[in-house]
């Protein structure tokens, strides 16, 4: 096992609580978005920080309607999730000034989706050479930003 030496991360793993239920939904009911780190709402959808992000920035982005794949989304609901991704973009853009980004939806769980009966969008910023020698050699990834740091960027 590989270990990389952390220990401002504590407070972080201290308030993390195993909550019943569907994340998204917990998120879509909470007035304060800080908590669940509900960055953006739209209409019809919202877009949160992923908790256990694979890169800095790393987005999730979702329906507020508790659906399990796109076809059961509306078309008014489809465009509001398109345009919720594109303002989170344009938020990420302006805050990381990434390179490039991954963007996937992941449906059901042979398809590797952890929440497999809510919807939602990765959004993976990238840079050049983010890939660096830690994940290849040591198989271990470094974010380089706290949570709050982020939310506090995305939602000034």
């Known amino acids: 096992m590989n270990k990389l030496w952390a220990p401002w991360r504590i407070s972080y793993i201290k308030k993390i609580k195993k909550e019943k239920g569907c994340l998204f939904c917990r998120a879509r009911l909470k007035k304060n978005g800080r908590k669940h780190h509900v960055f953006l709402r739209t209409r019809t959808s919202l877009a949160m920080l992923n908790i256990y992000p694979y890169n ?21 609901e489809l465009m509001d999730v398109m345009d919720c991704l594109k303002k989170s973009q344009v938020l990420l853009r302006r805050a990381l000034k990434p390179e490039g980004f991954n963007i996937g939806i992941n449906e059901g769980r042979v398809a590797g989706a952890g929440i497999e009966k809510h919807l939602h969008i990765h959004v993976v910023p990238r840079w050049q050479g983010d890939s660096n020698f830690m994940p290849a050699i040591a198989d271990t990834k470094v974010i380089s930003q706290s949570l709050n740091s982020l939310y506090k960027e995305l939602t000034r």
């Open 56 to 76: 800095n920035g790393h987005i999730m982005v979702a329906p507020v309607r508790h659906v399990a794949s796109l076809e059961r989304l509306s078309k008014d």
